[in-house]
């Protein structure tokens, strides 16, 4: 497969190594604005930059009949136009808030855990999420997912919270250290007893593998997808 990196920041070169190991020619590493010419007829772009350029550069390699694997946060106002888009430029779209097989288990696990939880009102439930302190959206997009999997499971929830305190229910509590590349809690607090299900990422590979999984799937499909129709739904 010929791969555009859209977006070759600490995310972009270590997709480009993990694609490169598994076969793939890199045919564009872009910092900037795509063009024609500067993605080079690639099968796949991979977008990995920031929020402000996202939703532009989607757009850009859609209308081009580019597919899209997608794993920017903090534009996700904006996913439905671009959604749309992908529909009808009759190509594909795949946008993951985390690209991990560990965080999408710990997805599964989450809705099962709400769905388990919801008739326990003595139960407060919290999410906490710690990031490195150059990311630029807080919460997290995987908070963002968890948040969801919750409200979807639980007609007690119609909305998440950004929280200054852990002390909300459905408060997201985000938190900015050194150095961490992504840890998400659950947290259900009652008077007596607390259950907390975490995931712990050691470093970006992760990721990266499951964006260069992502882009080998996605050839030849029209459309939108997560990445529970790559791992879970073969
Ligand atoms: N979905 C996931 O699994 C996952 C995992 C890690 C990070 N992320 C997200 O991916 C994004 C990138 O993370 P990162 O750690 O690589 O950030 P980074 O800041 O290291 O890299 C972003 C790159 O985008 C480049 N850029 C700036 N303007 C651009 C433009 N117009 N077009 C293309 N590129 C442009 C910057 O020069 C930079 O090199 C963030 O939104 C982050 O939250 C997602």
Not at 108 to 121: I, P, Y
Request: with cysteine; charged share 25%.
């Amino acid at each position: 497969m010929k791969i555009a990196l859209v977006g070759y920041g600490k995310m972009g070169k270590i997709i480009g190594e993990i694609a490169t190991k598994r076969g793939h020619e890199i045919v564009a590493q872009l910092n900037e604005t795509p063009t024609l010419e500067n993605l080079n007829n690639p099968d796949v772009a991979i977008e990995f930059s920031n929020p402000e350029v996202a939703f532009d550069n989607i757009k850009f390699c859609l209308e081009n009949q580019i597919p899209v694997i997608c794993g920017t946060t903090g534009w996700l106002d904006q996913k439905p136009e671009i959604e749309k888009m992908a529909v009808e430029n009759n190509t594909a779209f795949l946008y993951g808030s985390n690209f991990s097989l560990g965080v999408n288990l710990f997805f599964a696990l989450n809705e099962k855990l709400a769905d388990l939880m919801k008739n326990f009102s003595e139960y407060q439930v919290q999410l906490e999420e710690i990031h490195h302190t150059q990311k630029k959206d807080a919460p997290s997009g995987t908070a963002i997912t968890l948040a969801e999997g919750i409200i979807n499971n639980d007609p007690r929830f119609d909305a998440w919270k950004q929280e200054e305190t852990k002390d909300s229910e459905l408060g997201i509590f985000s938190v900015r250290e050194d150095e961490v590349p992504g840890t998400h809690s659950v947290f259900y607090k009652s008077e007596v007893d607390e259950i907390e299900i975490k995931h712990t990422a050691f470093n970006r590979n992760g990721f990266a593998v499951g964006a260069v999984i992502a882009a080998e799937w996605i050839q030849g499909k029209r459309g939108n997808f997560s990445m529970k129709d790559v791992l879970f739904d073969k």
